[in-house]
């Protein structure tokens, strides 16, 4: 479980850009995850890191409305998916099928919206550096 906690903190990182917020989220996760184990511990691994970045997702889902954080970084411009796509498929190199499974959603709709994300990344930067000039 700790593995879990420390291979995902980037991603509760940018789903609640606080320190206090990211690790609250993933003791939380872990909560629930261990909650809803049904046959204890012994369930297959990457089923079980499934489980968890789901749970992460959602949690983070529910706490973003309640959490206001200035969106100066292009990165935060970006919508919650995108940011999660981005981060799961280009920061951590997860496999297509991953991301669809976490985020509860087909693979087209995960490559579709991971192509939209880096176009909307790219327009963001590109607008603030032609307005820095």
């Not at 879990?4 to 509760?12: D, F, I, S």
């Not at 790219?122 to 000039?133: K, R």
Request: with cysteine.
């Amino acid at each position: 479980m700790e593995a879990l906690t420390h291979k995902h903190y980037g991603l509760a990182f940018i789903l609640l850009p606080d320190e206090l917020m990211a690790t609250q989220l993933l003791i939380d996760s872990i909560s629930r995850l261990v909650l809803t184990m049904e046959n204890g511990f012994d369930e297959d691994e990457s089923r079980l890191e499934i489980d968890f970045v789901t749970h992460l997702i959602s949690l983070a889902r529910i706490r973003q409305k309640h959490f206001a954080y200035k969106k100066e970084d292009p990165f935060f411009k970006l919508s919650f998916d995108e940011r999660v796509i981005l981060y799961l498929r280009d920061k951590r190199q997860y496999p297509v099928s991953f991301v669809a499974s976490v985020l509860e959603g087909r693979e087209e709709r995960v490559l579709a919206a991971s192509h939209q994300a880096r176009a909307n990344l790219l327009a963001h930067n590109g607008q603030e550096w032609e307005s820095s000039c």
